[in-house]
């Protein structure tokens, strides 16, 4: 070859910077991709009483969400969250002062069907809870050494694991709960269903996770939905809430072609909200916030709404009853 | 003995004119454009870096000025792969470097001694191509690399999750280079106003017709070059909305059959473009 020094020096300087880059990612992506490394979100201690079995996951800060700003402003239009007195009425749990967080999950029974699980930790007054549960004609008994309490009519039951923390769920899945640390332990030690939560940002005040390629993933889905999301593997959603809501939903697709398609599809589906948001301007604030990214077969839509996007949102707000009126 | 009448082998050839054509291309005053479009992205990366030393910025919380951002680092880059790179870059070179491979040598009237040299015409075309390849790739992927480590890890993202995505962006920008390159080669053997015949195709009939709906968006690389893109487009104005909306009603072609109209368009563009050199009477204006 006979090019010249300084072409010489052009090539080795871009061969070096592309080495250099090429070499440094790839131990980057070597040591992230370390099982120890891949958790963002910390587990609560709760998750372990929820069965092996969960396809779906989930964690609220009720506290959080109740002391944020963004309640404080709903609380100004909606005293009252759908269905609140209603719970409190039946259950004694006053879901604004008694929970800190709940944790949920969503186990199949094996017959089409799934059942659900609710941990929740806060501070509860567990005679009046029962007093009250057995005033609605629900009975009491001990189960492996733990209060057990049943609502006949509805095979509902609510059980006090340990000191301020009760199950709430079918009288089945409860009694497993209670089984569950001395029969080889809950749900934390699955990583196909843990490790999603790398998808979920440290410090939300939400988080639903789940797989829908497992045995019986997708059976809480409404039949049309479940068809549609089939090349949906596995799906994390995290949010946090303070002054508005921001997060992202992220969808594991079973293959990056798969991946793509979807992106193009729900890419689809934001072009048409947009062309539509001069008939719903209240939809702009949420279609703003929308970004839509994709890596491989994952998909992620992340979102940031301010508070006034998310009362723009609500059907009661009052100036759209105002709008509204005749 | 060495009959010092016989020509070269092709590859041999190729190699030759490769050899000089680099030199030559990468000290021309079309490599002072190329640095100022492969260094602008890096320009901006940097920029972002500087703004996110800043005190209003909290890259921790995914915050800037107090308010919550919904992008982070890998967003952004791959934002800026499509518009910079995908949309700009790679085929405003393929025009500029592609077309004048052959037109370049018209216009210095310096044809002549190439093609009374004892070489196939062909490999001219070959090495003066491959020269390309090496003076863009030299400087484009070294951009996409720097503006990947400098952009990434803003906001919470990620340098070792996302590097496989940085692996497909780098290969598909050197395949973005490769194809257009040989489509424009062919173009510059061609047409006698290449450049112009190009920028029409790059800025008139690609943009157009990928948001068409029928059978015309598979006569353009932009096609099955978007359709292999690891970042979701953005849509920023009304033709990305629209293509947004079209991509999403119709099925996409698989990765293998984007992979393989590619390889055809670069095998059939190059060999016809050697061919165009090896038949053309280039006719020397005053």
């Given at each position: 070859?006979?090019?010249?020094?300084?072409?010489?020096?052009?090539?080795?300087?871009?061969?070096?910077?592309?080495?250099?880059?090429?070499?440094?990612?790839?131990?980057?992506?070597?040591?992230?991709?370390?099982?120890?490394?891949?958790?963002?979100?910390?587990?609560?201690?709760?998750?372990?009483?929820?069965?092996?079995?969960?396809?779906?996951?989930?964690?609220?800060?009720?506290?959080?969400?109740?002391?944020?700003?963004l309640r404080r402003r709903l609380r100004e239009i909606q005293p009252e969250l759908d269905g609140q007195r209603e719970?409190?009425?039946?259950?004694?749990?006053?879901?604004?002062?008694?929970?800190?967080?709940?944790?949920?999950?969503?186990?199949?029974?094996?017959?089409?069907?799934?059942?659900?699980?609710?941990?929740?930790?806060?501070?509860?007054?567990?005679?009046?809870?029962?007093?009250?549960?057995?005033?609605?004609?629900?009975?009491?008994?001990?189960?492996?050494?733990?209060?057990?309490?049943?609502?006949?009519?509805?095979?509902?039951?609510?059980?006090?694991?340990?000191?301020?923390?009760?199950?709430?769920?079918?009288?089945?899945?409860?009694?497993?709960?209670?089984?569950?640390?001395?029969?080889?332990?809950?749900?934390?030690?699955?990583?196909?269903?843990?490790?999603?939560?790398?998808?979920?940002?440290?410090?939300?005040?939400?988080?639903?996770?789940?797989?829908?390629?497992?045995?019986?993933?997708?059976?809480?889905?409404?039949?049309?939905?479940?068809?549609?999301?089939?090349?949906?593997?596995?799906?994390?959603?995290?949010?946090?809430?303070?002054?508005?809501?921001?997060?992202?939903?992220?969808?594991?697709?079973?293959?990056?072609?798969?991946?793509?398609?979807?992106?193009?599809?729900?890419?689809?589906?934001?072009?048409?909200?947009?062309?539509?948001?001069?008939?719903?301007?209240?939809?702009?604030?949420?279609?703003?916030?929308?970004?839509?990214?994709?890596?491989?077969?994952?998909?992620?839509?992340?979102?940031?709404?301010?508070?006034?996007?998310?009362?723009?949102?609500?059907?009661?707000?009052?100036?759209?009853?105002?709008?509204?009126?005749? | 003995?060495?009959?010092?009448?016989?020509?070269?082998?092709?590859?041999?050839?190729?190699?030759?004119?490769?050899?000089?054509?680099?030199?030559?291309?990468?000290?021309?005053?079309?490599?002072?454009?190329?640095?100022?479009?492969?260094?602008?992205?890096?320009?901006?990366?940097?920029?972002?870096?500087?703004?996110?030393?800043?005190?209003?910025?909290?890259?921790?919380?995914?915050?800037?000025?107090?308010?919550?951002?919904?992008?982070?680092?890998?967003?952004?880059?791959?934002?800026?792969?499509?518009?910079?790179?995908?949309?700009?870059?790679?085929?405003?070179?393929?025009?500029?470097?592609?077309?004048?491979?052959?037109?370049?040598?018209?216009?210095?009237?310096?044809?002549?001694?190439?093609?009374?040299?004892?070489?196939?015409?062909?490999?001219?075309?070959?090495?003066?191509?491959?020269?390309?390849?090496?003076?863009?790739?030299?400087?484009?992927?070294?951009?996409?690399?720097?503006?990947?480590?400098?952009?990434?890890?803003?906001?919470?993202?990620s340098i070792g999750r996302n590097f496989p995505a940085l692996l497909v962006d780098l290969g598909l920008i050197g395949?973005?280079?490769?194809?257009?390159?040989?489509?424009?080669?062919?173009?510059?053997?061609?047409?006698?106003?290449?450049?112009?015949?190009?920028?029409?195709?790059?800025?008139?009939?690609?943009?157009?017709?990928?948001?068409?709906?029928?059978?015309?968006?598979?006569?353009?690389?932009?096609?099955?070059?978007?359709?292999?893109?690891?970042?979701?487009?953005?849509?920023?104005?009304?033709?990305?909305?629209?293509?947004?909306?079209?991509?999403?009603?119709?099925?996409?072609?698989?990765?293998?059959?984007?992979?393989?109209?590619?390889?055809?368009?670069?095998?059939?563009?190059?060999?016809?473009?050697?061919?165009?050199?090896?038949?053309?009477?280039?006719?020397?204006?005053?």
């Amino acid at each position: 070859m006979s090019m010249n020094q300084r072409t010489r020096y052009v090539l080795v300087g871009g061969a070096g910077v592309m080495a250099v880059g090429l070499a440094g990612g790839l131990a980057a992506w070597v040591s992230s991709s370390l099982p120890s490394l891949a958790l963002a979100q910390e587990r609560p201690d709760e998750l372990r009483y929820v069965p092996p079995e969960a396809t779906i996951l989930s964690f609220a800060n009720v506290r959080e969400v109740m002391d944020s700003d963004l309640r404080r402003r709903l609380r100004e239009i909606q005293p009252e969250l759908d269905g609140q007195r209603e719970f409190q009425e039946r259950t004694g749990i006053d879901i604004e002062r008694d929970i800190d967080y709940v944790v949920g999950g969503l186990v199949p029974d094996g017959s089409d069907d799934t059942t659900g699980i609710a941990i929740l930790a806060g501070r509860f007054d567990t005679e009046r809870l029962e007093a009250l549960a057995l005033q609605h004609g629900g009975a009491a008994s001990d189960y492996q050494g733990r209060r057990l309490i049943t609502i006949g009519d509805e095979s509902a039951a609510m059980a006090f694991l340990e000191s301020g923390v009760i199950a709430i769920g079918s009288e089945a899945l409860v009694k497993r709960t209670i089984d569950l640390p001395s029969s080889g332990g809950g749900v934390d030690a699955d990583d196909s269903l843990m490790g999603l939560l790398r998808h979920v940002d440290s410090g939300s005040t939400a988080w639903t996770v789940g797989r829908l390629d497992n045995p019986g993933g997708g059976e809480w889905l409404p039949d049309q939905v479940e068809s549609q999301v089939s090349q949906v593997a596995a799906f994390a959603i995290g949010a946090r809430v303070n002054g508005g809501v921001s997060g992202r939903l992220t969808a594991e697709a079973r293959d990056e072609e798969t991946g793509r398609n979807l992106r193009d599809l729900l890419q689809g589906l934001l072009a048409l909200a947009r062309l539509q948001m001069g008939s719903r301007p209240e939809l702009r604030g949420l279609l703003d916030s929308l970004r839509l990214t994709s890596a491989g077969a994952n998909v992620t839509l992340a979102f940031d709404l301010p508070a006034d996007a998310v009362l723009e949102l609500l059907p009661d707000r009052p100036d759209a009853n105002a709008a509204n009126a005749p | 003995m060495v009959d010092a009448n016989a020509r070269p082998a092709f590859g041999r050839a190729a190699l030759r004119v490769f050899d000089l054509g680099l030199g030559q291309m990468l000290w021309s005053r079309r490599t002072v454009f190329m640095a100022l479009i492969a260094g602008g992205p890096v320009l901006i990366a940097a920029l972002l870096r500087a703004l996110a030393s800043l005190p209003t910025f909290d890259a921790g919380a995914g915050q800037i000025g107090g308010r919550a951002v919904s992008l982070d680092g890998p967003d952004i880059f791959g934002l800026m792969i499509w518009t910079f790179y995908l949309r700009f870059t790679v085929p405003v070179l393929g025009v500029f470097y592609g077309t004048a491979l052959i037109a370049d040598e018209v216009e210095d009237r310096t044809i002549t001694y190439l093609f009374t040299r004892p070489v196939a015409r062909g490999a001219v075309l070959a090495g003066k191509y491959l020269a390309y390849l090496a003076c863009t790739a030299v400087v484009v992927l070294p951009s996409v690399t720097i503006v990947y480590f400098l952009v990434v890890p803003l906001l919470g993202g990620s340098i070792g999750r996302n590097f496989p995505a940085l692996l497909v962006d780098l290969g598909l920008i050197g395949a973005g280079l490769a194809v257009y390159g040989a489509v424009f080669a062919l173009v510059g053997a061609w047409f006698r106003r290449s450049l112009l015949t190009g920028l029409v195709f790059v800025f008139g009939w690609e943009p157009l017709v990928v948001v068409l709906p029928g059978y015309m968006k598979y006569l353009s690389v932009a096609y099955y070059l978007q359709g292999l893109a690891p970042h979701a487009m953005p849509q920023g104005d009304a033709l990305s909305v629209i293509q947004a909306l079209l991509t999403s009603v119709q099925t996409p072609l698989a990765t293998w059959v984007n992979l393989a109209a590619l390889a055809l368009i670069w095998t059939v563009a190059l060999a016809a473009a050697m061919r165009a050199v090896e038949r053309r009477e280039f006719v020397l204006g005053q």
